[in-house]
Nanobody, 117 residues
Framework: QVQLVESGGGLVQSGGSLRLSCAASGFLFSSYPMSWYRQAPGKERELVASITRAGDSTNYADSVKGRFTISRDNAKNTLYLRINSLKPEDTAMYYC??????????WGQGTQVTVSS
């Protein structure tokens, strides 16, 4: 079955950095674009960044451009999100996402990022 397992979140001070990981299994990881979303308390889930199958093209929400970097290692079936210059407004649960053909949409359980000012 399709599984996405995020890790790497934590409590950091404003200006700090984190690298989130998403370990994927149950589907051919290298064949699918992947995305990171986040959801802050009381807010809707929002798309943060996306990456193509080969990792040769990426897109970012305006609020994170220049600070977040999405990447992937297809040999390790792992998606990453490098977050620099963290701000309190980045506090949220971060999720990885994939839409697998003929199987549907899948989310991980999330990893919490909390930024203190």
């Amino acid at each position: 079955q399709v599984q996405l397992v995020e890790s790497g979140g934590g409590l950091v001070q404003s200006g700090g950095s984190l690298r989130l990981s998403c370990a994927a299994s149950g589907f051919l990881f290298s064949s699918y674009p992947m995305s990171w979303y986040r959801q802050a308390p009381g807010k809707e889930r929002e798309l943060v960044a996306s990456i193509t199958r080969a990792g040769d093209s990426t897109n970012y929400a305006d609020s994170v451009k220049g600070r977040f970097t999405i990447s992937r290692d297809n040999a390790k079936n792992t998606l990453y999100l490098r977050i620099n210059s963290l701000k309190p407004e980045d506090t949220a649960m971060y999720y990885c996402y994939v839409n697998v053909y003929f199987k549907g949409v899948y989310w991980g359980q999330g990893t919490q990022v909390t930024v203190s000012s």
